[in-house]
């Protein structure tokens, strides 16, 4: 059983979740189509939904399910598509979130299959950032924090399908 260091707590977590939520509101007025990826961003997801509502937006919601890493630390270098979109997005603004972005490769690969869809404006959202681990050059609007290159667990991420469920975010050791 791996171990856990704690990185961002409880309360940080959701003070940024609160103040990423005005910053999208200020940048996104009108209707959008929040599209999640799954499974790591449901967390996420569901509380910058919540968040959204207070900061005044009206958000619809879906998700796109997307698997790279399986039971490992590092990416296959090949995302796989295990669930899409129902059909109705075309021509829709688009907020793609993500929990965390580190090779790149799967929050480039959700914004090609939907920019293939002919969606309208599209912007990128992720809680976790390392840029020093990017392989795929891809523009993130909304970042809710840069992290090292350290592989972490917790609200939704996971290591090896374990740690989701954890309240805050951590460290593996
Ligand atoms: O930038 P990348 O190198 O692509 O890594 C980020 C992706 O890796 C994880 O997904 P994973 O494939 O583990 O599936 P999961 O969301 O079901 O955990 C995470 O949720 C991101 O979607
Ligand atoms: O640090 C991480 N933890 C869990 N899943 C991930 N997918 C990319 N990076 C990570």
Same mark, same amino acid.
């Given at each position: 059983m791996a171990s856990i260091r704690v990185l961002f707590r409880e309360a940080e977590i959701a003070a940024r979740v609160e103040a990423l939520a005005g910053e999208i509101v200020q940048a996104i007025p009108g209707d959008f189509v929040m599209v999640g990826l799954l499974k790591g961003a449901a967390f996420f997801v569901a509380d910058l939904a919540r968040a959204l509502d207070r900061a005044g937006a009206c958000p619809e919601i879906e998700f796109l399910r997307l698997s790279s890493y399986g039971l490992a630390?590092?990416?296959?270098?090949e995302v796989r598509l295990l669930g899409d979109l129902p059909s109705g997005i075309e021509g829709r603004r688009v907020l793609l979130i993500d929990d965390i972005v580190d090779t790149g490769r799967s929050i480039a690969f959700a914004a090609a299959s939907l920019r293939e869809r002919d969606i309208g404006d599209l912007w990128t959202c992720a809680l /976790?950032?390392?840029?020093?681990?990017?392989?795929v050059e891809v523009r993130i609007d909304f970042i809710g924090f840069q992290i090292e290159d350290v592989f972490v667990a917790g609200y939704g991420v996971d290591h090896a399908e374990k740690y989701?469920? /954890?309240p805050y975010i951590g460290i593996v050791e």
């Amino acid at each position: 059983m791996a171990s856990i260091r704690v990185l961002f707590r409880e309360a940080e977590i959701a003070a940024r979740v609160e103040a990423l939520a005005g910053e999208i509101v200020q940048a996104i007025p009108g209707d959008f189509v929040m599209v999640g990826l799954l499974k790591g961003a449901a967390f996420f997801v569901a509380d910058l939904a919540r968040a959204l509502d207070r900061a005044g937006a009206c958000p619809e919601i879906e998700f796109l399910r997307l698997s790279s890493y399986g039971l490992a630390t590092a990416s296959s270098g090949e995302v796989r598509l295990l669930g899409d979109l129902p059909s109705g997005i075309e021509g829709r603004r688009v907020l793609l979130i993500d929990d965390i972005v580190d090779t790149g490769r799967s929050i480039a690969f959700a914004a090609a299959s939907l920019r293939e869809r002919d969606i309208g404006d599209l912007w990128t959202c992720a809680l /976790l950032d390392k840029p020093q681990r990017r392989e795929v050059e891809v523009r993130i609007d909304f970042i809710g924090f840069q992290i090292e290159d350290v592989f972490v667990a917790g609200y939704g991420v996971d290591h090896a399908e374990k740690y989701r469920h /954890l309240p805050y975010i951590g460290i593996v050791e």
